[in-house]
């Protein structure tokens, strides 16, 4: 997809209350904030909108609040989408700690491949945007969409994610930025203004496809939401990812890491050198990689070079 080709809303308002009213989109799992982590896996959007209190934040974006102050999810949708230009706007919530930039490609695939006749397998035409049985769940995979559209595949005006109940989530959704304008426009004039509105209203009229994931729906509403994120990103599958994600943020970096190279090269330099010399080689590596651009062609050609020197180290003993 061509960078800025979407913008983003985020909601980071509202009480809380099950958290005991707590900062919600400032609580950390993985030692990052919930909000940050959201954006992070809308990095490349054009245009990225939080809806609610100003706080620190991972990356430059722009800040709303919904009219009246605590209007509900509709008027901050409202006071979000004011400010997008974009065709496409991705809709979240702040408390998504499992949402990656690989999902949020495939809610935006599942608009323009419709729309464009393009990625259409498994694509069918029904009525409304209600939840209907059939779609796989199968769980890690970024591409499981059931489309669902009175005007067939071609008047898709969203993609939602669903559940692992089979319930949507509009708030993990893509849409067309006009259809949206649109239902906004009318909740609107029939209700004399949205403070209020529950997101079923604004959603209902929209021709959705479904995006079954059930990892990336998980939100976190409670305590023990939070205590099963954190235990959930510290499963030996996960881990590393988590952790070289996390680092990568920290430091401000964007780079595709080949995390099993890296590896391999520490464990050479433990066995052949002796146990101290993998972080410190694979620290000269990341410094000499910087000092060539940094890109990951550099990474690559400095870890080849050390791990030959490594081999050629154990050869001599």
């Known amino acids: ?105 495939a809610l935006l695939d599942g608009i323009e491949g419709a729309g464009g006749g393009q990625g259409t397998e498994g694509v069918r035409a029904t009525g409304g945007s209600q939840a209907t049985e059939g779609t796989d769940a199968t769980e890690g995979t970024d591409a499981t969409v059931g489309i669902q559209a009175t005007g067939g595949v071609q008047g898709i005006e969203g993609t939602v994610l669903i559940d692992s109940d089979g319930r949507e989530q509009p708030l993990v959704a893509a849409y067309r930025a006009e259809p949206l304008r649109r239902e906004i426009a009318l909740l609107a004039t029939e209700h004399g203004g949205l403070g209020g509105l529950p997101l079923r209203l604004l959603v209902s009229e929209l021709a959705l496809a479904r995006l079954h994931h059930p990892t990336a729906s998980f939100d976190c509403d409670t305590w023990e939401d939070i205590t099963t994120a954190r235990a959930r990103i510290r499963e030996h599958g996960h881990v590393l990812d988590e952790w070289i994600a996390a680092v990568k943020a920290e430091l401000g970096i964007d780079l595709d890491v080949d995390t099993a190279a890296l590896l391999d090269l520490a464990r050479d330099a433990a066995h052949g050198v002796a146990r101290p010399a993998a972080p410190l080689t694979t620290f000269l590596v990341g410094y000499a990689a910087a000092q060539k651009g940094g890109g990951p062609e550099e990474l690559a050609a400095a870890t080849e070079k050390a791990a030959a020197l490594a081999a050629r180290w154990a050869e001599e003993q």
């Open 1 to 105: 997809m061509t960078p800025g080709a979407y913008d983003a809303v985020i909601l980071a308002g509202g009480a809380a209350r099950r958290l005991g009213g707590v900062d919600k989109p400032a609580l950390r799992v993985g030692g990052r904030a919930l909000l940050d982590r959201v954006l992070d896996a809308c990095r490349g959007a054009g245009r990225t909108v939080v809806v609610g209190p100003r706080r620190p934040t991972v990356r430059p974006v722009r800040w709303a609040r919904e009219e009246p102050p605590g209007g509900g999810p509709v008027a901050a949708v409202d006071a979000g989408v004011r400010q997008t230009t974009a065709p496409l706007v991705l809709v979240l919530s702040a408390d998504l700690p499992f949402l990656t930039p690989e999902t949020v490609r």
